[in-house]
């Protein structure tokens, strides 16, 4: 006796799969894109810092952020461009400035001092300052950004400390000895005050410092 065959089932059918919509990324960029970015602005910045902006070439930049030399005009154009994006005085800097100048008077010189050396320690903020400060004298942006630091930066930390009629000088002065002994430390390498600690040069200039918070009495 033959049994009656089964029928198979009848297949059913495939549905198309929804593709998927394309992951969107914040400010319209890519993270790749970004991560490329800030890869040549730090290559820009150690070789600005090292070499200063005329000796610095674009294939420099290129080489040494591991890219090829049209990225580098693709994110940032000319040179000129990237060299102004590279300039900066970290944000680290006019918080440190307040939180010294927050204190008590007493020791306050050494305080703004040791505040300012700190940030020039930091390793990740070095290059650009230094790229402000070793340009400072043949670019003008690099200038203004150094005056920015002098005039704004500093005169917001200080200005409830320093008043009086001549307190635009007094805190210009306290700019020069800032920016001088980053320029000594930092760039010339003056022996032997890169290798001095920051507290002993704190020690050392914040009396320099501390007779320019108050206004000059006249000689009689």
Request: hydrophobic share 40%; charged share 25%; with cysteine.
């Amino acid at each position: 006796m033959t049994l009656p065959r089964s029928t198979p089932p009848e297949p059913q059918p495939q549905l198309p799969e929804t593709p998927h919509p394309p992951q969107r990324h914040p400010g319209g960029r890519r993270p790749g894109e970004n991560r490329t970015r800030e890869q040549i602005l730090d290559a820009a910045r150690e070789c600005f810092a090292e070499r200063g902006y005329d000796a610095t070439s674009v294939r420099r930049i290129a080489e040494t952020a591991g890219v090829d030399q049209a990225l580098v005009h693709h994110f940032y154009g000319t040179k000129e461009k990237l060299f102004l994006n590279a300039l900066e005085i970290p944000l680290r800097m006019p918080e440190a400035l307040a939180e010294a100048a927050a204190g008590d008077r007493v020791g306050l010189g050494s305080r703004i001092v040791l505040a300012h050396l700190q940030v020039w320690e930091d390793a990740s903020a070095r290059p650009a300052m230094m790229t402000t400060l070793r340009s400072a004298a043949t670019h003008r942006s690099a200038a203004a950004v150094l005056r920015d630091y002098a005039t704004g930066t500093i005169r917001e930390a200080l200005g409830k400390v320093i008043t009086g009629e001549d307190a635009e000088l007094r805190i210009a002065l306290i700019a020069t000895t800032l920016i001088g002994l980053s320029l000594t430390r930092h760039l010339v390498r003056l022996d032997p005050v890169p290798e001095v600690s920051p507290e002993e040069l704190a020690a050392r200039l914040g009396p320099v410092i501390d007779l320019h918070l108050d206004p000059v009495t006249p000689a009689a």
